[in-house]
C-alpha cells in the first residue's frame, strides 16, 4: 500500500554545537519520505526551483520515492535556517525564505489519486483541505501543523482537523491548539473534533499517543550520538504512517507499533546532519533499534510487601 505525502522540499542551512551544514537536503516531505520509503511505497508532492540539485532529485528516486508529483518552476527552492542551542532542545530559526513554496497549490497527480494512505505536512490549512479534495478513498488521512497556522488560521485549521484520522502534532502545539495546558485535556479537545488518534510528539522526550478510550507513550531513547533533531519530527511521522501503510493494521496494537516504528525513525534521523542518517540504514537496524525500545521499555511486577 502507498503513502502520499504534501509539503515542503527544502535547501536547509543548519547550525548546531556540533557543526554546520549548508544548502543542505530538508524539508518536512523528504524527512518524512525517507523514513516512511523503508516500509512501502511513497508518492510526494512538492515544488522545487530551478537551482534543486539533480543529487536530491536521484537520492530521493534512489529510496523508492515517487517524485511525480514534485514539481520543479522557474525561481528558487523554499530554504530554511536554523540554530539549535548547546541542549538541541532549543532551536531558533533564522530565516524561512518561502521562495516558489509561497505559490505551491498542491495538484495530486492522476496516478496518486488512489493512495491508501495520506499525510497533510505542515502547510497552510487550506491547501491540506484542496489535497483531500483530490485524493479519492484513502483509508487514513493523518496531518501536521505548527504554531504558524494555529496563530494565523485558526478556523481553516479547525476545519481540515475535522475531516481527519490521525494528528501527529508537538506537545506544545498541542496544548496551544486545545488553549488547555494539560497535555491529557488537550488531546481530549482535539479529539472530539474529529481525529480518532493523536500522536503527541514530544522531542527527546519520546511521544504519546491518545484516542478515545487507550494512551500508549514510548520515552526517548538516551542516543550516544545526536547531532542535529531537524525533521525528527517529520520522520517519526514516515515511520509511523509507512508502518500503518505497510500492514493496514490500525488496530491499537498496530498504532502502538507504530508509535514505536516513529521513535526508531525520529531517533536514527538525529544521528547525522540532513537526512544523511536516515538516507543510509537498512531494515536490520530499524528493527534492532525497535527491539531496542522494548527493552528500554520492558519491566516485571513484583508487588512489595507493605509496610507497617
Ligand atoms: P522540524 O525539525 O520537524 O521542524 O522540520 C524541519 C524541516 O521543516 C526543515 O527541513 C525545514 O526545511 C522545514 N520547514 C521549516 N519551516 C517550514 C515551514 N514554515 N513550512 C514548511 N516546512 C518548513
Not at 23 to 34: C, M, Q, S
Not at 62 to 80: K, N, P, Q, Y
Not at 173 to 188: F, I
Not at 249 to 269: H, K, N, Q, V, W
Amino acid at each position: 500500500m502507498s503513502v502520499l505525502v504534501v509539503g515542503s522540499v527544502a535547501l536547509d542551512d543548519v547550525r548546531t554545537p556540533f557543526g554546520e551544514r549548508e544548502d543542505v537536503l530538508g524539508g518536512a516531505a523528504v524527512y518524512f519520505g525517507l523514513a516512511a520509503a523503508y516500509f512501502t511505497p511513497v508518492r510526494l508532492v512538492g515544488v522545487v526551483g530551478l537551482d534543486f540539485p539533480d543529487r536530491h532529485r536521484e537520492l530521493l528516486e534512489s529510496r523508492g520515492i515517487d517524485l511525480a508529483g514534485l514539481e520543479t518552476v522557474e525561481g528558487e527552492t523554499f530554504r530554511w535556517g536554523g540554530e539549535y542551542g548547546y541542549d538541541l532542545n532549543s532551536r531558533e530559526t533564522l530565516f524561512t525564505d518561502l521562495n516558489v513554496f509561497a505559490d505551491f497549490k498542491p495538484r495530486i497527480p492522476e496516478p496518486f489519486r488512489d493512495s491508501e494512505h495520506v499525510f497533510l505536512a505542515n502547510i497552510a490549512p487550506d491547501l491540506q483541505g484542496g489535497v483531500l479534495e483530490q485524493v479519492e478513498k484513502p483509508e487514513t488521512v493523518s496531518l501536521d501543523t505548527m504554531n504558524y497556522w494555529i496563530e494565523h488560521a485558526p478556523e481553516e485549521l479547525r476545519e481540515v482537523i475535522g475531516r481527519v484520522d490521525i494528528m501527529l502534532i508537538n506537545d506544545s502545539e498541542t496544548r496551544e491548539l486545545a488553549r488547555e495546558p494539560n497535555l491529557r485535556r488537550a488531546a481530549a479537545t482535539i479529539l472530539e473534533w474529529g481525529p480518532r488518534l493523536i500522536v503527541v510528539k514530544k522531542g527527546e522526550h519520546g511521544a504519546v499517543a491518545f484516542s478515545e478510550d487507550w494512551m500508549f507513550a514510548v520515552p526517548g531513547l538516551p542516543l550516544e550520538t545526536i547531532v542535529d533533531p531537524t525533521g525528527a519530527g517529520d520522520a517519526f511521522a514516515g515511520g509511523f504512517l509507512g508502518y500503518v501503510a505497510s500492514t493496514g493494521d490500525t488496530t491499537p496494537e498496530g498504532l502502538r507499533r507504530a508509535t514505536i516504528y516513529g521513535s526508531a525513525m525520529g531517533s536514527f534521523c538525529c544521528e547525522d546532519f540532513s537526512v544523511d542518517r536516515l538516507a543510509a540504514l537498512d531494515v536490520e537496524e530499524i528493527e534492532d533499534r525497535f527491539a531496542e525500545f522494548r527493552r528500554l521499555t520492558r519491566f516485571d511486577h513484583r508487588p512489595v510487601a507493605g509496610h507497617a
